[in-house]
């Protein structure tokens, strides 16, 4: 069976909430390593990340005005809030919660590259330094549209068993939504996800995840959505 498939019993909403996702749990060897290697790669990342803060710094004194960074609070592993981190892309600052669609009037071109290439989630690996992220896993969600999709989507919560990730197979696969159909089809891959949990699956998304950010460097086409 290929990444690019669902297997035949999580097609179905349903199903997914009585399917117990968490029946067959990765081993421990392999979430240590997961850790080892998340935190491998935040480590690997750090000098780019502070070069990047530092060009970005200068630059925002003249094209965006304001914080260097933007956090909003998250919903991450067994339900505990954290604020996530990301180089702030829009002019101000807003504290409702609002899908990015909703506030692209406030998005400059500097933050259009930054959004493009995937460079605003780059201060995500502090995050992962501090054990409230993985490298891989389903995307952290704002409070009020999670507490949305709970009530709303069968099963939606069991993606929380697992840390949230700077990239995941559902945003690879689906990339970006602002609706509860989308939504529920992302649900579908984050517990496939879950489901298949393994070294395979990890290299995979982060190999895909690496293509995706330089073609957009290059200004190339993606076969893959993020």
Not at 13 to 26: C, K, L, Q, R, T
Not at 105 to 133: H, K, S, W, Y
């Amino acid at each position: 069976m290929t990444v690019e498939k669902f297997s035949s019993d999580f097609l179905d909403a349903e199903m997914i909430a009585a399917s117990g996702v968490d029946s067959s749990s990765p081993s421990r060897v392999f979430l240590f390593s997961k850790r080892a290697i998340d935190l491998g790669f935040a480590v690997l990342l750090l000098p780019v990340f502070l070069v990047i803060a530092a060009i970005l710094l200068l630059l925002n004194r003249f094209f965006n005005p304001g914080p260097l960074f933007y956090h909003q609070k998250r919903v991450g592993k067994d339900q505990q809030m954290f604020r996530i981190l990301k180089f702030r892309t829009m002019a101000g600052t807003r504290d409702e919660s609002r899908f990015a669609d909703d506030e692209a009037d406030r998005i400059n071109q500097m933050g259009c590259f930054l959004r493009r290439t995937r460079i605003d989630e780059l201060p995500q690996i502090l995050n992962v330094l501090a054990g409230q992220m993985s490298m891989v896993g389903p995307r952290p969600e704002q409070v009020k549209f999670y507490n949305e999709y709970v009530a709303g989507i069968p099963g939606y919560a069991l993606r929380q068993q697992v840390r949230p990730g700077i990239t995941g197979l559902a945003q690879l696969k689906y990339g970006y939504t602002s609706d509860i159909v989308g939504t529920s089809k992302k649900l579908k891959w984050d517990l496939e996800y879950i489901r298949r949990m393994g070294f395979g699956i990890e290299l995979y998304i982060i190999w895909q995840t690496i293509l995706f950010v330089f073609q957009r460097l290059l200004n190339q086409r993606t076969r893959t959505k993020l």
